[in-house]
């Protein structure tokens, strides 16, 4: 039964490689297009004539825009590498994926917070449009 198994794994093998490939590769996909489209929110937001602070303000909600394409090309990597570690354990992609893990965990928390603070400053700028 054992050998069973082992031959079923070996045989499954080239496919989670191939798989963990098309994760790794989708994951820059979804970075590059963040990007892309953060640069172009970021030129859009150049070529309008406006003060400074509310410059500064979309600028940081861009930031945020593009954080938030950059977590989930990290959370996509974790999901190759949890494949990965759990095909091919070594001490080397446990590391990893624990390194991963705590980024992850500490952009998210980052991401979260500036998130929070760019929609409170978009509620304030409307409430001060609704005064005026």
Known sequence: MH???QNIMNNLIPFFDLFILALNIFSIVVLIWG?????????KSERTDRNRVVMARQNNFIKSF????????????IAADIIE?????TFQDILKLAILVVIRTVISYFLHKEIED???DKENETEEKKKL
């Open 35 to 43: 990007v892309i489209m953060a640069g172009i929110d970021f030129l």
């Open 3 to 5: 050998d069973l198994a």
């Open 66 to 77: 593009l954080g938030s394409y950059i977590l989930l090309s990290l959370e996509i990597l």
């Open 118 to 120: 760019a929609l409170k």
């Open 85 to 89: 570690s759990i095909i091919k354990p």
